[in-house]
């Protein structure tokens, strides 16, 4: 995992084209079958929260871990 600076997300991983993304308050999430390109996209983006909403989240299944 990845700390980033952003309001919202504490840190970010990607393994086996898993999208990890832990928040401030504490909830980890797995999304599934992520391409590698969405993660670096996410890493590289001006707003980790704002790309995670419009690329990410109602695109992908997820879990959340904790």
Known sequence: MTPVVSSNIHSIGYENSTLYVRFHSGGLYAYHHVPESIYIGLMNAPSHGHFL???VKG????????
């Open 59 to 66: 695109h992908f299944s997820y879990t959340r871990l904790s």
């Open 53 to 55: 909403h419009e690329h």
